[in-house]
């Protein structure tokens, strides 16, 4: 084998070398890093431009998946509302209505109800003497040092 490690070049990396140049391409930037401050500067802004495009990137998807989420939920939703409707359409297609009209006890509840809400008229009756609250007894009044009454 021509492309054997030799361990007396001075170059650690060789080999890796020897066998990339084999395949019929270049070794990647990545195995053998720059010295040039430019070009670390240069890769440094493509991948940060990179970074910026993934995270706007993955933003539009959240807000997708969010969206996504939300009309699942409504339709959901929807859908229950759908089947609660027909259930209640099928019991009351079941049941016939009771008719309000014919049950004599329900006509008393209006009259029952204003009965409650105007409130009874006053009786004519005198108010008794024995009513009256009886008088409190007055206070006396405490004098400061100087001998008058304090306010």
């Known amino acids: 084998m021509t492309n054997a490690f030799n361990p007396s070049s001075g170059d ?3 080999f890796v070398k020897n066998l990339w140049s084999n395949m019929g391409f270049p070794l990647p930037g990545m195995v053998a890093p720059t010295v040039d401050t430019d ?10 431009a990179v970074e910026g495009w993934l995270k706007s990137n993955l933003n539009l ?3 997708t998946i969010q969206g996504l989420e939300m009309q699942r939920a409504t ?10 409707a027909q259930e209640a359409a099928q019991e009351a297609e079941q049941a016939p209505a009771a008719n309000p009209f014919l049950d004599p006890s329900a006509w008393q509840m209006p009259w029952e109800f204003i009965k409650g809400a105007v409130p009874p008229a006053p009786t004519s009756e005198p108010a008794s003497q024995t009513e009256t609250p009886p008088a409190r007894p007055k206070r006396s009044r405490k004098k400061n040092p100087q001998g008058e009454p304090q306010r």
């Not at 670390?40 to 940060?48: E, F, N, Q, S, V």
């Not at 339709?75 to 759908?82: D, S, T, W, Y």
């Open 12 to 14: 650690p990396l060789e």
């Open 39 to 48: 070009e670390l500067g240069k890769r440094i802004a493509d991948l940060k």
């Open 61 to 63: 998807l959240q807000m």
């Open 75 to 84: 339709l959901l939703a929807f859908q229950q509302m759908g089947q609660a």
